[in-house]
């Protein structure tokens, strides 16, 4: 079965103070290792798409890299707009479905 | 403006009253998909379509039901609804790409409250 954990469960950063969330997964075969952004109230919002290990995208200030076991969101001189919850999933080589991980919350103060 | 709409936003009803959320998307997209949210337990996969008349079971399926007979449109459907299933619940769907998927465009939510 499919697990993503993801830690902290929270997080508080200075501004500018740059840090890293981690989505650990265990899957049979990863087809994909996929981050969202979600808000208070509103439905999750896409980042990144990733595929094999070693591989990395970034986004503004955010950058996600992959490994076999573990995924990262890196986060350089955030700004209290990056506030919110950010989400992973994986879907497996074998089914259709999608496995979320319970959220990281960051909060980023001025 | 490409999007994926839910009705109704919020809901409040009571036990065994049968009702359906709707779900609609205007992206052409194959793949959609149910999730309910809860605090502590993220987001759980419902039910999800790969394409018209086909659809198959997530995570938490029990208790509800799902059709696709049309692409854009994919209700959820609670026939005797019980206090467990109160939750935050969000359509999506995503456009199918040879051996995998892209993004997934979620819905605004529905909030649904049994008593």
């Known amino acids: 079965e499919d697990q993503v954990t993801q830690s902290p469960e929270a997080l508080r950063l200075q501004e500018g103070e740059s840090s890293s969330l981690n989505c650990s997964y265990t899957?049979?075969?990863?087809?994909?290792l996929f981050w969202y952004r979600q808000d208070p109230g509103k439905g999750p919002e896409f980042l990144f798409t990733?595929?094999?290990a070693g591989e990395e995208k970034e986004k503004e200030r955010l950058k996600a890299t992959l490994t076999k076991k573990e995924s990262f969101l890196h986060i350089t001189a955030p700004k209290p707009e990056d506030s919110a919850t950010y989400l992973c999933?994986?879907?497996?080589?074998?089914?259709?479905?999608?496995?979320f991980g319970p959220g990281t919350r960051l909060s980023v103060l001025p | 403006e490409a999007q994926v709409t839910q009705n109704p936003r919020y809901l409040i009803t009571v036990t065994g009253k049968k009702l359906t959320v709707t779900c609609s998307q205007n992206?052409?997209?194959?793949?959609m998909s149910w999730y309910r949210q809860d605090p502590g337990l993220g987001l759980r996969q419902i039910y999800y379509?790969?394409?018209?008349?086909?659809?198959d079971k997530g995570d938490v399926p029990e208790g509800y039901k799902v059709s696709r007979k049309e692409k854009r449109n994919f209700p959820l459907i609670l026939e005797s609804p019980s206090p467990n299933q109160t939750s935050l619940y969000f359509c999506?769907?995503?456009?199918?790409?040879?051996?995998?998927?892209?993004?997934?465009?979620f819905g605004p939510g529905t909030r649904l409250t049994v008593l």
């Open positions: 992206m052409n997209h194959e793949y």
């Open positions: 990733l595929y094999s």
């Open positions: 999506a769907s995503s456009l199918y790409a040879g051996h995998t998927y892209n993004e997934q465009f």
């Open positions: 899957v049979s075969g990863l087809r994909g």
């Open positions: 379509s790969m394409n018209v008349e086909v659809t």
């Open positions: 999933a994986v879907q497996d080589n074998y089914g259709q479905n999608f496995v």
